[in-house]
């Protein structure tokens, strides 16, 4: 908890980093949504050809979703990745690591702050999308809420194991980017999965983005039941469950090889 | 969320102490004088010897001194290859899912909806050649503001400001780096994509280039402005992004003006950038355009001196302020 706090007073300080929490969940799909718009043309003379893809003229709502999925999942590995880093930039991790505190409540604390900015962020994306671009959520918020929690343990799971390889690799930012990079190319962010080619299916299918978007879309914006998201949920949990397991695994580990080489504080 | 890093980790751009010196310049007495007017913004300074550094003389020392801004920038480039290797990645990773977006809307081979839009169904032509234009736009408005974020944050912006080279030159000099390289970026990009995507961008080249020309000198105009504000709120990563990405979203960089919602529209035609995509785009791809071609290549004009004038200006007054108050190397 008081890394949590300690967290949210030093976001506090920079009034922009706050700004941008609330205005790039509205802004980064606007480029997606009016593309849409684009292709499917003053008088949605292409929408046939991707409701025959999608099943849904909902394009605005297609990629919506995708995008806040992708920007939650973006925010989650930038603060897991930049928490370790900037406290190693600022010199703090040695003497912060000395306190009498268990090593893996700093991350935990890091990541409880993530958790709460991610679900702040998601709840203004969805608001600004009914809002502003008329998106409606017509599915069963039953369905759609239990989807969601399963892509809870996927993201901060992730995240844990990203906090340890940043450490070990001392770079984040190219990290980030080409970790999101996989993720918006092959994950059907922004478009349907049939149109890719097999080998990047199949690529796709490995990943968890993939089956998260898909869940959350499927029950967002269609009315059925449990059973048609039921594969991705099982995914999900399977994927949830080895990613936390190897998150800690990797965060032991690089405590263990930082204190044995000594190179905690190395930038 | 941080707000992103586009440069990886602040604090790297040191001129001072990566060891670089501006090179060449007139020394001893000379060059006090020199120094002196150049900070002053003198445009004929007397040298001892009752000889004048003539115009000529003051325009090498300038391209001297951004040479010198060059080869920092370039050493700093290549101490972090990383970096280097994900310039080169990031364009991929933005138009790729733009063109697999696009397919879902193809059917026999053409985008029927983006045609009736813009007059052409090569929608990845159109979206490639906004997004090269506005690498280069970026270039000018990122570079000058974020280089002067990371000296600030490094404490090197004081002394950087102490040699004698006039202030607009060391702005101009920030972006000369990111021009070479975006321009090496964009060929690369645009060899592989052709082999990938299939599109083809024209054989008009060069009356295209002029056509964008005012457009990549004005936008330095608002780069000098942004460098006024930089000094001004000192962490302006949030506000470069979001202004640049509105920018470029609203101007027609990747989407069509004409299909934004009406109220964006209006807003859209009010941004002298967006006149230089479309004019680009009619006279590489034959697209239509929002005005007869020659009133958009006038407006490009006009916005091209407006903005240098007025991005000098306000960049003049804010370091004059900066300079009263003390505030420089506060971050």
Known sequence: MAVARKEWLVTKRYPSWILAMVVWPILLPLSFAFGGRAMAGPSGESLAVFARLTGTVDYTGYVAVGTVLWLWMNAALWDSGMFFRQEQMRGTLDSNWMTPAPRLSHLLGAELFSLLTGFGMTTMAILEFRFLLGVRVTGSPWVLALSVAAVLPCVYGLSLLFASLVVWAKDVSTMVNVVRGAFLIFCGVSFPLAVLPGWMRAVASALPLTYAINAVRTAALTKVGLGAVGRDLAMLVVYGCVLLASGLAAFNYMERQARRRGSLSHY | ?331
């Open chain 2, 1 to 331: 969320m941080r707000p992103p890093e586009p440069e990886g980790e602040v604090g790297r751009t040191q001129a001072g102490a990566e060891g670089e010196a501006l090179p060449d310049l007139p020394q001893g007495g000379q060059a006090q004088e020199a120094t002196a007017a150049l900070t002053r913004g003198a445009r004929v300074p007397r040298v001892p010897g009752g000889a004048h550094v003539a115009p000529a003389s003051e325009a090498r020392l300038a391209l001297r001194a951004i040479g010198a801004i060059f080869r920092r920038d370039w050493l700093i480039y290549w101490r972090y290859p990383m970096n280097a290797v994900f310039w080169l990645m990031q364009p991929f990773i933005w138009f790729t899912p733009v063109y697999f977006m696009g397919l879902s809307f193809v059917e026999g081979g053409r985008a029927a909806g983006f045609e009736a839009f813009t007059g052409t169904s090569d929608f990845m032509a159109f979206v490639m050649l906004g997004g090269i234009m506005s690498n280069y736009v970026n270039a000018v408005f990122w570079s000058i503001g974020t280089t002067l974020k990371n000296e600030m944050s490094a404490g090197v912006l004081e002394s950087n400001w102490l040699a004698p080279v006039p202030r607009a030159v060391q702005l101009v000099g920030r972006t000369a780096f990111s021009l070479v390289s975006v321009t090496c970026e964009s060929i690369v990009l645009m060899t592989v994509m052709r082999f990938l995507f299939r599109f083809d961008l024209g054989r008009d080249i060069i009356p295209a280039l002029v056509t964008a020309l005012p457009m990549v000198v004005g936008i330095y105009g608002f780069g000098f402005g942004f460098a006024g504000l930089v000094l001004l709120v000192r962490d302006a990563n949030t506000m470069i992004d979001i202004s640049s990405y509105l920018v470029n979203l609203l101007s027609g960089s990747t989407v069509p003006v004409a299909a934004l919602p009406r109220f964006l529209t209006v807003i859209a035609m009010a941004i002298p950038l967006t006149y230089g995509y479309d004019a680009v785009r009619a006279i590489l791809l034959g697209t239509r355009t929002l005005l007869p071609l020659g009133v958009e290549q006038l407006i490009l004009v006009g916005f091209m001196v407006v903005m240098i004038a007025l991005g000098l200006w306000a960049f003049g007054v804010v370091e004059r302020r900066c300079r009263r108050l003390g505030t420089l190397s506060m971050h």
